[in-house]
């Protein structure tokens, strides 16, 4: 009976394989992923601060992307590595507490940041005599502002209930990374308020944003076919087409893992998922939003190219 009601003070996180000669493939495989992450959005942050033809507020939220996807991935990457190579694999209750806080805070900052860049691209498409006077200078910084706050009150409505919640017994998540449902799952107490709050929380913090970027398209595209240029139609289109991708795939990915029962045992699907929203993103993001930018691609190379 004292086994059975031992209160828990670490977890135990089991990550994508329990094969050693795996876990050594995968621990140099995401290491590379996650520097290639960091130099790629570092090297964003760095032209954009340094080249004057890039001081508009499209590249302004994409800087703000890059530095908020080093600090996404930073959240949870370098302890999954960790684990890859230790034999313990374990994380205390505070720190576990801490990436989750962290975790939701920047996936909430991202997702509104996502909706800012989707609403900057709104009104350069479809009011572009007034795109200086409505996006200027103050307009873009409220507007980060604005996503930080929203990030620090769904983490901190998500997070500050958990230390309500008691844990006795099973103490293993099968995970790569503190998974707020997972964690829950493990609960002897009642979490009650935890799931009502999660559940609360979507729709201000998940589907309000969401359907904020779906109408923006949707006006987008609906302006971009009235265009008669095929030409004007197709510039106009490839300036939001790779936003559209990524909001597309991040959404998609978190819902899968989100809008469904809690479970401490994740599906084949949801792995992929969390691969993808979790580790994938930040790296993709510069990739897809700046390097098939031909006004990036040509301040990147006169930033780091050869002169020849």
């Known amino acids: 009976m004292e086994n059975q009601t031992e209160v828990v003070t670490e977890f135990i996180l089991f990550g994508l394989s329990s094969d050693p000669r795996m876990q050594l493939f995968l ?17 964003i942050i760095l032209v954009i601060n340094t080249q004057p033809s890039l001081h508009t507020p ?8 890059a ?11 370098p302890k999954m590595l960790e684990n890859f190579v ?6 205390s209750m505070v720190g576990c507490y801490a990436q989750i806080f962290f975790f939701i805070h920047f996936a909430c900052v991202e997702i509104f940041l996502l909706t800012a860049m989707a609403y900057d691209r709104f009104v350069a498409i479809c009011d572009p005599l007034h795109y200086s006077t409505i996006m200027n200078k103050q307009m873009c910084h409220q507007l980060v502002a604005g996503t930080f706050i929203m990030g620090l009150l769904d983490a901190t409505a998500n997070t500050v209930p958990l230390m309500c919640v008691t844990f006795c017994g099973v103490n293993r998540i099968s995970h790569y990374t503190c998974d707020l449902p997972a964690v829950l799952s493990l609960s002897c107490s009642g979490s009650f308020t935890s799931y009502m709050l999660i559940l609360a929380s979507v729709f ?25 240029s095929a030409k004007g139609r ?5 300036t939001c087409s790779s936003h559209l991708i ?12 989100y809008l469904k029962p809690s479970s401490n045992s994740l599906s084949d699907l949801e792995r992929v998922a969390s691969i993808q929203y979790l580790i994938l993103t930040p790296l993709l993001n510069p990739i897809i939003y700046s390097l098939k930018n031909n006004e990036m691609k040509t301040n990147i190379q006169k930033k780091f190219g050869k002169r020849r």
Do not use: Q, W
């Open 234 to 238: 197709s510039k106009a289109f490839s």
């Open 27 to 43: 621990f140099f495989m995401f290491l590379g992923i996650y520097a290639a992450t960091l130099l790629a959005n570092s090297m």
């Open 86 to 91: 230790s034999k313990e694999k374990s994380i």
């Open 58 to 65: 499209m590249f302004f939220f994409l800087k703000i992307l």
């Open 67 to 77: 530095l908020v996807d080093i600090c996404y991935s930073t959240v949870t990457v």
């Open 246 to 257: 990524m909001a597309s795939l991040f959404y998609f990915s978190a819902f899968v893992r």
């Open 204 to 228: 201000p913090f998940g589907f309000t944003p969401f359907l904020l970027t779906l109408v923006s398209y949707v006006r987008i595209i609906s302006t971009i076919l009235k265009i008669h």
